[in-house]
């Protein structure tokens, strides 16, 4: 299963300004891996998301990409190595159409998901590809920006808490996408809240702290860990 190592993260410190948020963050991920950081709220996962893409105040340590050290890298040329970031507020353009939305980020590198491929993934999208951004719900909001960075070429695919305030049925449209995307040998870094949702999905879990990994475990390791989940993260 595993393939040569996509993103590699050692010894990661990150600062927004005076507050030292992530201290000494350490995990990697192979090429096709789903992993998924759990934690409680303000345990460093979306700060992680967000020193890996360089939009953090600022970083020391370790980010290498496909072997290439990154952390001195501006976050235009991170995002050219084929890292697609997609933050909890989604940042839809409400005066642009579905389709317009879709179209705004430019090609970063080859093998690009086209317009008719993500149609086919994101049927929804497709029925409202005129559809100013503020009339989708949130469902097809956060659809939508997911497909926005498919189709820029990324094969390394952060998301950020995809599942937050949705209902039921978009979650399970959101698990089988990236189920799908998965077999299609996209490599992905969840953050989740909604442990239900990450847990059939990840081939490992890694666990969150003060801004340190604590302690990861596989998915067969999963039911063995739950009681200790239960208690950790209350869920």
């Known amino acids: 299963m595993a393939g040569k190592r996509f993103l590699e993260v050692k010894g990661l410190h990150g600062w927004y300004g005076e507050s030292h948020v992530l201290h000494g963050v350490d995990f990697h991920v192979d090429e096709g891996e789903v992993v998924t950081l759990l934690g409680r709220n303000g345990a460093g996962r979306t ?8 939009l953090i105040g600022s970083r020391k340590g370790s980010i290498q990409v496909l072997g290439q050290e990154t952390i001195a890298m501006p976050t235009h040329r991170i995002a050219r190595l084929g890292i697609g970031y997609c933050p909890e507020e989604r940042g839809i353009f409400s005066s642009l159409s579905a389709e317009e939305n879709l179209m705004l ?10 317009i008719e491929q993500i149609y086919t993934m ?9 559809s100013q951004g503020t009339r989708l719900s949130g469902g097809e909001q956060q659809m939508l920006a997911v497909a926005r960075i498919l189709r820029t070429g990324a094969r390394l695919l952060l998301l950020d808490e995809i599942s937050e305030g949705l209902a039921p049925v978009i979650v399970q449209k959101l698990a089988e996408m990236v189920l799908a995307l998965r077999k299609q040998g996209y490599t992905i ?8 949702f990450a847990a059939p999905l990840a081939d490992r879990f890694l666990v969150m702290e003060h801004g340190e990994v604590i302690q990861q475990f596989t998915q067969a390791e999963l039911p063995a860990r739950m009681d200790s989940l239960h208690e950790y993260l209350g869920v």
């Open 105 to 114: 980020p430019p090609q970063l590198a080859e093998g690009g998901m086209s």
């Open 47 to 54: 700060s992680t998301l967000r020193a890996i893409m360089g």
């Open 189 to 196: 870094v969840m953050v989740e809240q909604n442990f239900r």
């Open 122 to 130: 994101f049927p929804n999208l497709k029925e409202r590809a005129q």
